[in-house]
């Protein structure tokens, strides 16, 4: 029996568990189930009863709950022994300031680097630091989220790249890249809900190299279903490309809108599910 908890996917039980928390029913179902569905806003709660009674779950997200957040993903990254650029990451300001004099020359890390919370997409809480000042206020920002419960952050080097950073989307088996640009100097950020423009075609060899990189990620981490962001340093173009987050929330613009994203996504699935024995009349 094929259990989807997602709204797109029509599994022989379908259950939405969206805003509430899984009950005693939704546990009944789970382990009645031969493979289950999950959409991608699933909770860690839900994930954790299923993970406990099945291993046939689409998507796996073992590594998206055991390394939360961005400083999650630097623990991940470095436990991969992949590039990505240095990272010094914090749980709270006092942290930081009990680590390091506040002043440049003593920072591991020398401006202009990244000033990143722990959470956000689409460029949201991510910041160039060129001065004390920038830093400062950055700091200012980190003890006010502290207050609401929203902590950590990290520090990163900068990476030039001329304005742009490669989008590479796992879907199942599918891999899909492009290049994200901003034309306006004035913006740090390469998202495209900050005025990126899309480009599918430019250095594909580039686009290879990270498309390599990410499946060969995959294959160790078992990731499926993720949008990854990758960097070329513009100093040397030809170097391998830099890790730089993982999306596991990601938009659809770049992929030819959500009906498509949809299309690709219930394809995939099915492709899953073959390959784990449960045959699916069509996987078209």
Known sequence: MILSFHP????DKNIICAGREPDAEDLNAIKKADAVILPQGCKESLYKIISDNTSNIFPDYDA???YPGKIGQIKLFKKAKIK?????????VKNFTDKFSRAFPKLPIQPPFVFKFD??????NVFLVKTMEQLDSMLKKA?????TGQTGFMIQEFIPSLNRSLRVVIIGQKIISYWRIQNNDDLFCTSIKKGAQIDHSSDSDL?????????LFCKDTCINLAGFDFLFSSKNI???PFFLEINYFFGRKGLGGSGNYYNILVKEI???LNSIGLKVNSIC
Do not use: L, M
Request: a positive charge.
């Open 8 to 11: 797109c996917f029509v599994g």
């Open 64 to 66: 998206r709950f055991k």
């Open 84 to 92: 990505y650029p240095q990272t010094e990451s914090f749980n709270k």
């Open 119 to 124: 959470w956000g997409g689409d460029g949201d």
């Open 143 to 147: 003890v006010e989220y502290e207050k």
């Open 207 to 215: 686009q290879h190299a990270a498309c390599t990189a990410a499946k």
């Open 238 to 240: 030809r170097d391998i």
């Open 270 to 272: 099915k492709k899953w």
